[in-house]
């Protein structure tokens, strides 16, 4: 792997990778929609959204896409089109560029949503059912790459929740409810499981399942190797902020409440409110995978867990 062309590279996970793959030797081209300053050697602009040309175009021999339109409750008609057309059809246009390109791997970043929007110990063999829009693209862009026959090499990662520094979502958005505090106390009695893992872990295992013949037309799903409920999360974060616990407890059946009027208040003005049924999902639902399959065959090693990212992640979020 000496040539690659990576999508999304100027995104949180984008400029990860980017950073390994120099550490590695390796001179990256990255495709963008507009002018961006990052550490790769070369830039392409194009909208993935539709076909891809180019009068000139580099050697390659490795393709990472990570561009695509992320998780989030529909906010506008059409949104259901653009998961398709951006998630999908634009993973079929990387595809056929990456084939003009001459790359022989193509290393798909995916989503566990592919697969579902609850995990109960599942694996790769488990059956895949996505139930929203953006989880079926996903799903379909995963189709594409592994059985359209564009690539000799291709794969296709499932990241679980991913956290690190100058990540966006879920994660950030707690720890900065708990900063201000007004996170309502979480009871230990919520045992729900989430698997989560951290960004240079997560790319760690792209450039292993890249590298190795083995993984040729395979899924990985990614992980810690640890699950965590949200009241671990919740423990953890208070924690690395050197705050004290509170005695008492929110009963679950306020937040329900809370969260339903959170969805009233979303609707009410075309955009999600800080607190409704997704995130409450995110909350108490369980989503948790083996990932034992990346291990054995990748040889893939996590170094790091949440807690001990913590306090790196906190100082990210600082102004």
């Known amino acids: 792997?000496?040539?690659?062309?990576?999508?999304?590279?100027?995104?949180?996970?984008?400029?990860?990778?980017?950073?390994?793959?120099?550490?590695?030797?390796?001179?990256?081209?990255?495709?963008?929609?507009?002018e961006y300053k990052g550490a790769w050697d070369d830039a392409l602009y194009g909208d993935i959204r539709t076909p891809l040309s180019f009068p000139e175009l580099p050697s390659c021999d490795t393709v990472f896409h990570l561009a695509g339109k992320a998780h989030a409750l529909s906010e506008h008609a059409g949104e259901e089109d653009e998961y398709h057309t951006v998630n999908t059809q634009g993973t079929r246009h990387v595809l056929e560029l990456a084939k003009k390109m001459g790359a022989t791997r193509f290393i798909y970043f995916s989503s566990i949503k592919a697969m579902g929007e609850i995990g109960h110990n599942d694996n790769e063999t488990s059956p895949c059912n996505p139930k929203t829009p953006y989880g079926i693209s996903k799903y379909e862009a995963e189709q594409l790459v592994l059985f359209a026959g564009y690539v000799s090499h291709p794969v296709v990662i499932r990241p679980t929740m991913v956290y690190g520094p100058g990540a966006k979502g879920?994660?950030?958005?707690?720890?900065?409810?708990?900063?201000?505090?007004?996170?309502?106390?979480?009871?230990?009695?919520?045992?729900?499981?989430?698997?989560?893992?951290?960004?240079?872990?997560?790319?760690?295992?792209?450039?292993?399942?890249?590298?190795?013949?083995?993984?040729?037309?395979?899924?990985?799903?990614?992980?810690?190797?640890?699950?965590?409920?949200?009241?671990?999360?919740?423990?953890?974060?208070?924690?690395?902020?050197?705050?004290?616990?509170?005695?008492?407890?929110?009963?679950?059946?306020?937040?329900?409440?809370?969260?339903?009027?959170?969805?009233?208040?979303?609707?009410?003005?075309?955009?999600?409110?800080?607190?409704?049924?997704?995130?409450?999902?995110?909350?108490?639902?369980?989503?948790?995978?083996?990932?034992?399959?990346?291990?054995?065959?990748?040889?893939?090693?996590?170094?790091?867990?949440?807690?001990?990212?913590?306090?790196?992640?906190?100082?990210?979020?600082?102004?």
């Open 170 to 319: 879920y994660l950030p958005q707690l720890i900065r409810f708990i900063q201000k505090g007004i996170f309502p106390p979480l009871s230990p009695s919520l045992t729900n499981k989430r698997s989560m893992v951290h960004v240079n872990d997560l790319v760690q295992a792209a450039i292993l399942a890249a590298e190795d013949q083995a993984a040729s037309g395979q899924v990985f799903i990614v992980s810690d190797g640890k699950q965590y409920s949200t009241y671990d999360i919740y423990a953890a974060i208070n924690q690395a902020l050197g705050k004290k616990l509170p005695g008492w407890s929110l009963p679950q059946s306020v937040l329900c409440v809370a969260a339903r009027i959170g969805d009233g208040i979303g609707r009410l003005r075309g955009r999600r409110f800080l607190f409704d049924s997704d995130v409450l999902h995110k909350m108490t639902g369980s989503a948790w995978y083996d990932t034992s399959k990346s291990m054995k065959e990748l040889g893939f090693t996590p170094q790091w867990d949440l807690p001990s990212a913590l306090p790196e992640i906190l100082e990210g979020m600082k102004p």
């Open 1 to 34: 792997m000496k040539q690659v062309l990576l999508t999304g590279a100027n995104g949180f996970i984008g400029q990860v990778l980017v950073r390994m793959l120099k550490d590695k030797g390796c001179r990256v081209t990255a495709l963008l929609r507009k």
